[in-house]
Each structure stands twice: as structure tokens, then as C-alpha cells.
């Protein structure tokens, strides 16, 4: 089972950074899928980027070269690190879990969610 709770959003300039953090205070199994999803206001929930127990980092398009996800193993935290930041970027960033060594491209095959951390990047 995994508790997923997220932080670190807020309002920044475009061109600006920030780092979100999602805690998980339960269990991480031995295979796992940790991911951060976003979701813009009349847009589909889409994925930003995921991290795999096998060691395998993926990254949307609209990601690549700017974010960065990774994990402190010892205190069970997924980061996302995000530059230059745009407009764009502006959603509700969501952490999920799911326990398999096969990573799901599916949003709805993740069985734990946090309750989302608002970034907004506006001028």
C-alpha cells in the first residue's frame, strides 16, 4: 500500500524553477512505478514523467530537457525538478503509484494517487 502526499507547487514566472516532492509514508514494494502526472483545467490528465524500479527514467516530449524526476530512497520521496518553466505548464501536478516491474503508459492502471500540488507559471 502506498500514502502519497505532494508539495512544493506554487506561482512562478516563466522561465522560473521549482521542485515538487511526494512523500510516500507506507510500503514501496520491491517493483514499483512511481510517476507525476498533470492535469490542466479542460484537459485530459496526461503524464509528465515516470521512474521505474529497473532503473528506467521516461519523460513526455513537453518535459524532456527541462524536468527531472527522481527518488530519495531513504526517505521514500519522489522529486520532480522543473526549469524554464512556461506557461504551458500550468496544471494541478498529481504523484502515482502502482506496484509492477511493467510500467503502465495509463494513467487509470495507478493505484495510488496524492491529492495534487498547483503549479501556475504566469507573468
Given at each position: 500500500?502506498?500514502?502519497?502526499v ?12 521549482l521542485?515538487l516532492?511526494?512523500v ?7 517493483w ?18 515516470r ?5 528506467r ?5 513537453s ?11 531513504a ?9 524554464t518553466l512556461?506557461p ?11 506496484a509492477?516491474?511493467?510500467c ?5 492502471i495507478?493505484?495510488y494517487?496524492?491529492?495534487g500540488?498547483?503549479v501556475?507559471v504566469?507573468?
Amino acid at each position: 500500500q502506498a500514502r502519497l502526499v505532494e508539495s512544493g507547487g506554487g506561482s512562478v514566472q516563466p522561465g522560473g524553477s521549482l521542485t515538487l516532492s511526494c512523500v510516500n509514508s507506507e510500503y514501496r514494494h520491491k517493483w514499483y512505478c512511481m510517476a507525476w502526472f498533470r492535469q490542466a483545467p479542460g484537459k485530459e490528465r496526461e503524464a509528465v514523467a515516470r521512474l521505474e524500479s529497473v532503473g528506467r527514467l521516461k519523460y513526455a516530449d513537453s518535459a524532456k530537457g527541462r524536468f527531472t524526476i527522481s527518488l530519495d530512497d531513504a526517505n521514500n520521496t519522489l522529486y520532480l525538478q522543473m526549469n524554464t518553466l512556461k506557461p504551458e505548464d500550468t496544471a494541478m501536478y498529481y504523484c502515482a503509484y502502482h506496484a509492477d516491474i511493467v510500467c503502465p503508459e495509463e494513467s487509470s492502471i495507478y493505484d495510488y494517487w496524492g491529492q495534487g500540488t498547483q503549479v501556475t507559471v504566469s507573468s
